[in-house]
């Protein structure tokens, strides 16, 4: 698969990524890519019918039970803060969305 990769098809993966890209970047991004697809092509081979399936790298679980315990009271939170909005409660922010 690898060694079918052209530039019409990087030219493609450029178009659907809306990316203009010069010809000597085509020329590169095709050499590189194929250097991928060759890479998971080996990667592919690799016999792993010995290895037991994993869900997770970590088989203990390493996370702390989750326990409620007292938080920083509202005032002191709100003193450190640069707009707040102390009547509230709140935290005030700067609009993000318009």
């Known amino acids: 698969m690898a060694s ?12 659907l990524a809306h990316l203009e890209l010069t010809a000597e970047e085509k020329a590169l991004f095709t050499r ?6 060759a890479y998971a092509e080996q990667v592919q081979a690799v016999d792993t019918s010995g290895v037991p399936a994993t869900a997770h790298v970590h088989a203990e679980r390493s ?7 007292p938080s920083l009271p509202r005032e002191e939170a709100l ?12 935290f005030r922010v700067p609009r993000v969305i318009t």
């Open 63 to 69: 996370e702390r039970e989750d326990e409620p315990r």
């Open 4 to 15: 079918s990769l052209t530039v019409a098809d990087v030219e493609r993966i450029a178009a």
């Open 79 to 90: 003193a450190n803060a640069p707009d707040p909005a102390p009547d509230a409660g709140l």
């Open 32 to 37: 590189q890519l194929a250097d991928i697809l």
